[in-house]
């Protein structure tokens, strides 16, 4: 078991700097965009405790988040995808300084997420980095008015601002996220599901800023509904031009709003590239087996059809070698003894397998 | 399709159910005539949105209405049999023995504190002259083809001690344990990850081939239906709006209601444009739209549609609730054409 103490911690840390200089994989998928957030070989391990009358003894961690390198560039939408239990969220939670991480660095430009240099540092990482939750019902105040709730940041962040420009501030972000100024002056249970998801969006936006975390915002939705939200991100996104960081199960949904794609199976990201290679070509066994589980309603539509074996293992007993070995339908011995790591494979594309696929999934036919 | 209205072919026929549920604020209308059919060997989904009646028809057919719900008309014909008339006594044998129920969330199905082989033969002890000893066979019998790997030993854990797919392939093999010859399936998946759902719909689908049952497929998810069914009925607000063979049917919708859904799911094909959308909100069963309960956000209505459309045949084993559908089809098809 990895030990976490700050002795090993620095050791650790030093291996791991020599390496950043040439891997980050994947690349900005427009030539003038900038790096805003760098994941730098974080991980985030939970301890298993028992706890007796005196003692705690650590059985064991859970590595929900184990090794992700990973660059967010402005003005983008990646796509982050996975089965529960992944760390998808665990990496989100730890991005937006909800979480610290056992190792490792997030930054945000120059500015450490989890070490600010000073205050005026720190409010402009937390009024940058917004980020929009999965339910929109119990992430609202509910016995607050929608207008207070969105008016708060103003005051935090920008005192010097009248009460009037506040308000004028709150109905025009309303006006953006297609509600009306008197739906201000409502309680959160006085909407539906799509309008609170509106709201929800409305109070990441309000800061304007140039990166929002969206933590599965439409899988709580019926798909009229889901419809309307998404294209509603697609205009914000380029209205605001934030880098969103898109986490969702339903890839039909990743596909349509992403321009990159990363596809995390058990802490690590195993593929990531511009989202049209990846879905066309996938390369990653566990890729081709997601895409090939999707269930499509266009009868148009034929896949090779991929069913895996089993679970997915316990991020606390990892399978030795590759994390995906104990389930892939193409699993050798050597996969068994050494962890691939992420390796450019095709155009921009990034897996980590020792023996890629490279043939379509999906078939489309004619009608 | 000639014997498609044999009526011999019929399993299940829910003609003109009403089912109301008094609440503080009303009479809450979440069935309003509905009429459709289950038939021999078939895979049929109820399909449709949050609110739509898609649940309470289940409740409805095996009568586990919750107190305040009553289903005050219509006929739930099994095999010639009005359920509704029957004495709660022979509800009892009709119940997991003819038509098994299988629930969204596996872990709330299956008591905590007993063990899985309890939870079992409990069951199959109930509606099957079996003593204990084969009882626990057929138990482990039945484990074994849903592929639960050794049933042998596994089958004395607790509920926790299985994942989340295992657990509804428990209580897939419960259900089948009793040989019914409905399965009733409520959202069986929605809980699961795409790759368990794959799983676990390749095994629902494979028993239903082996066994014989009619399947009667309640999600909201286009995409489970048109991978696991055979036919389809999609409901909206209280009443089924179309029905007809499933891959005919999203092929070539045409109730409004269909073409708006299956236009607002993003597709791998579709590029990065904008998705279609249905304009206002689900309907309020306690106070619905007269007529036509689509027609408030329908972009065909006039009129007419504030009465009650008829339910029309129009072919290829299809039927629809809508006045406009000629009209809607016929441009459609010349939009087709010209493009």
């Given amino acids: ?367 | 399709m000639s014997d498609v209205e044999d009526e011999s072919n019929k399993l299940l026929e829910v003609v003109n159910l009403y089912t109301y549920f008094r609440t503080e604020s009303g009479i809450v209308k979440a069935l309003d005539g509905v009429t459709f059919d289950v038939r021999k060997n078939e895979a049929v989904a109820i399909v449709g949105e949050s609110g739509c009646g898609k649940t309470v028809t289940a409740q409805s057919i095996l009568r586990i209405l919750p107190k305040n719900g009553e289903s005050v008309e219509g006929e739930i014909n099994y095999m010639g049999v009005d359920l509704l008339k029957l004495t709660s006594k022979q509800m009892r044998t009709v119940r997991g023995k003819e038509i098994a129920l299988l629930f969204q969330d596996p872990l709330s199905a299956l008591n905590p504190v007993f063990t899985i082989a309890r939870q079992m033969t409990d069951v199959i002890s109930l509606h099957r002259q079996v003593d204990v000893e084969e009882a626990r066979q057929i138990a482990i019998d039945m484990m074994n083809r849903v592929g639960i790997p050794e049933a042998e030993t596994r089958i004395d854990d607790y509920p926790h001690q299985y994942s989340g797919g295992m657990r509804q392939r428990i209580l897939i093999a419960r259900a089948l344990s009793l040989e019914p010859t409905l399965l009733l399936a409520d959202e069986p998946t929605t809980a699961l990850d795409v790759t368990i759902q794959a799983q676990v719909l390749d095994i629902i689908r494979s028993m239903q081939k082996d066994m014989g049952l009619s399947l009667m497929l309640i999600t909201h998810d286009l995409g489970v239906v048109r991978e696991t069914t055979d036919r389809v009925h999609i409901f909206y607000g209280g009443r089924v709006v179309e029905s007809g063979p499933t891959a005919n049917l999203f092929l070539n919708p045409k109730h409004p209601y269909t073409i708006a859904l299956l236009e607002s799911i993003p597709s791998f094909k579709k590029g990065k444009g904008k998705l279609a959308t249905i304009p206002g909100v689900v309907p309020q069963l306690i106070n619905p739209p007269i007529g036509c309960r689509f027609h408030p956000r329908c972009v065909y209505a006039t009129d007419i549609c504030k009465t009650r459309p008829p339910i029309e045949f129009i072919g290829d084993d299809r039927k629809i609730a809508c006045f406009h559908w000629k009209e809607i089809d016929e441009q459609r098809m010349k939009n087709k054409g010209s493009k």
């Fill in chain 1, 1 to 367: 078991m990895e030990d976490t103490d700050s002795s090993s911690n620095n050791h650790v840390i030093e291996e791991s700097v020599s390496e950043i200089e040439e891997v980050f994989p994947g690349s900005p998928t427009s030539a003038n965009a900038e790096v805003v957030i760098e994941v730098r070989n974080l991980r985030k391990y939970f301890s298993i405790q028992s706890k007796s009358l005196l003692f705690t003894k650590t059985l064991g961690y859970i590595k929900a988040v184990d090794g992700i390198d990973l660059q967010l560039f402005s003005g983008e939408v990646l796509g982050l995808v996975g089965e529960s239990g992944c760390g998808k969220s665990t990496l989100s939670k730890t991005i937006v300084g909800l979480e610290k991480p056992s190792l490792g660095q997030v930054w945000y430009r120059d500015a450490n997420i989890h070490q600010p240099i000073d205050k005026v540092e720190r409010l402009q990482i937390r009024r940058n980095i917004q980020m929009v939750f999965q339910d929109p019902y119990t992430s609202l105040n509910p016995r607050r008015l929608i207008k207070d709730t969105l008016e708060e940041p103003l005051l935090i962040h920008h005192p010097e601002m009248t009460k009037e420009d506040r308000l004028g501030a709150v109905y025009k972000i309303l006006q953006q996220v297609g509600l009306e100024s008197y739906h201000g002056y409502r309680y959160p249970h006085e909407f539906s599901g799509g309008q609170r998801q509106r709201v929800g969006l409305a109070r990441a936006l309000i800061m304007n800023p140039e990166v929002i975390l969206a933590d599965e915002p439409v899988s709580a939705l019926d798909v009229s509904v889901q419809a309307s939200i998404l294209n509603l991100m697609q205009d914000l996104q380029s209205e605001f031009n934030v880098a969103i960081i898109f986490i969702a199960h339903d890839l039909s949904v990743v596909k349509h709003v992403s321009n990159r794609v990363a596809v995390m199976y058990l802490g690590r990201i195993v593929e990531i590239g511009p989202t049209e290679e990846v879905f066309d070509r996938p390369s990653h066994p566990y890729t081709v087996s997601l895409i090939s589980a999707i269930p499509f309603a266009d009868p148009t539509v034929k896949k090779r059809k991929v069913i895996l074996e089993g679970d997915v293992p316990s991020p606390v007993n990892l399978p030795p070698g590759c994390r995906f070995s104990s389930r892939c339908y193409k699993v050798q011995d050597r996969c068994k003894e050494e962890d691939p790591i992420l390796e450019l494979k095709r155009g921009n594309t990034w897996s980590a397998c020792l023996f890629p696929e490279d043939e379509p999934v999906l078939f489309f036919e004619e009608r």
